[in-house]
């Protein structure tokens, strides 16, 4: 009996981790497949001002989702069914792209709807100078229209 929960417990975590990592491949699909949400999406990043109120909206939409699919890593590793080496490198990604004026605007402007621990999380990430390279920057910065 010990042995099957184990395992039980094990299948558990893996489908877990594999319904967040598939979360986020469905989204970076999202982006690929349409160069209009893509260049909305980056160029609200990075410059969240130059949108105009149409695209402002579904600016935060996208990044909504992006967030709330990031929020169940975030739980899943909170709840010890995300291993830490997966997690850190999630947060290393995530401490570059979301560091961006867009990201503090979609706090400022529904932060509240976020789960209150995961919204500190963010916060705190923003709060710190951004881990992205300068030829990542570059391609954040330029969106073509």
Not at 39 to 67: H, Q, T, W, Y
Request: with cysteine; aromatic share 8%; hydrophobic share 40%.
């Amino acid at each position: 009996l010990a042995t099957q929960i184990r395992q039980n417990t094990k299948s558990s975590k893996v489908a877990a981790v594999q319904t967040a990592v598939e979360g986020s491949a469905t989204w970076n699909e999202m982006l690929a497949n349409d160069k209009e949400i893509d260049d909305i999406f980056f160029c609200g990043m990075a410059n969240p001002d130059e949108l105009d109120l149409s695209e402002k909206r579904r600016f935060l939409n996208v990044l909504n989702i992006f967030l709330r699919r990031e929020s169940l890593s975030f739980y899943l590793h909170k709840e010890g069914n995300m291993p830490d080496d997966l997690w850190e490198a999630r947060v290393r990604g995530l401490s570059g792209i979301l560091n961006q004026p867009g990201t503090k605007m979609l706090l400022d402007v529904m932060g509240d709807s976020l789960p209150t621990e995961f919204r500190e999380f963010l916060e705190a990430i923003v709060s710190k100078p951004s881990t992205m390279s300068d030829s990542a920057r570059a391609m954040f910065e330029t969106v073509d229209n």
